[in-house]
């Protein structure tokens, strides 16, 4: 992450003030990782549970601001409402930026994952809410990443490092 902070704070920066415009997005430019550019976009959690680091934040329902919720792990849920995925804490209630595109960290359900397969938001059931699952229908309406790593685990939970673009 570049040191420079153009824009007052940090991407770390997590408080119950609102310190920029909802959906400011932040280019952290290119840097010495090979990993290119990181865009993340500042939002309000407006659900009950907190953001961890690798939950995946959808729009909430009805909504054209950009208030997120995790996703909820028992639908699906199309791309075009994914705003990104959480990089650290943002506790209920308080404004942050999320990662929408770029190299970062996503939880995964419990099913063990390859790399380079394409992720969905987990439809698995209610305990994999804010969970990415292997997209196994081969479709592209929900994709929003690639695992770069394999993760044999299925304890559920364990992040795997990803390219993520999120278009919510």
């Known amino acids: 992450m570049s040191a420079t902070r153009t824009m007052g704070i940090n991407v770390t920066d997590v408080g119950t003030t609102k310190l920029l415009p909802l959906g400011f997005v932040y280019r952290d430019p290119a840097s010495g990782d090979d990993q290119g550019e990181r865009h993340w976009i500042y939002i309000f959690n407006d659900g009950a549970a907190s953001f961890s680091q690798g939950h995946i934040v959808m729009r909430d329902d009805g909504t054209a601001t950009y208030d997120g919720i995790l996703t909820p792990g028992n639908v699906d849920v199309a791309a075009i409402r994914l705003l990104g995925v959480a990089q650290h804490t943002i506790g209920s209630g308080a404004y942050g930026f999320i990662l929408k595109k770029g190299i970062g960290e996503v939880q995964k359900d419990t099913v063990a994952t390859a790399a380079n397969?394409?992720?969905?938001?987990?439809?698995?059931?209610?305990?994999?809410?804010?969970?990415?699952?292997?997209?196994?229908?081969?479709?592209?309406?929900?994709?929003?990443?690639?695992?770069?790593?394999?993760?044999?685990?299925?304890?559920?939970g364990e992040l795997l490092t990803c390219m993520i673009n999120c278009i919510g």
């Open 117 to 156: 397969v394409a992720l969905i938001p987990s439809d698995l059931g209610t305990p994999q809410a804010g969970r990415a699952c292997i997209d196994a229908g081969g479709g592209t309406s929900d994709v929003f990443a690639f695992a770069t790593e394999a993760n044999a685990l299925t304890a559920g």
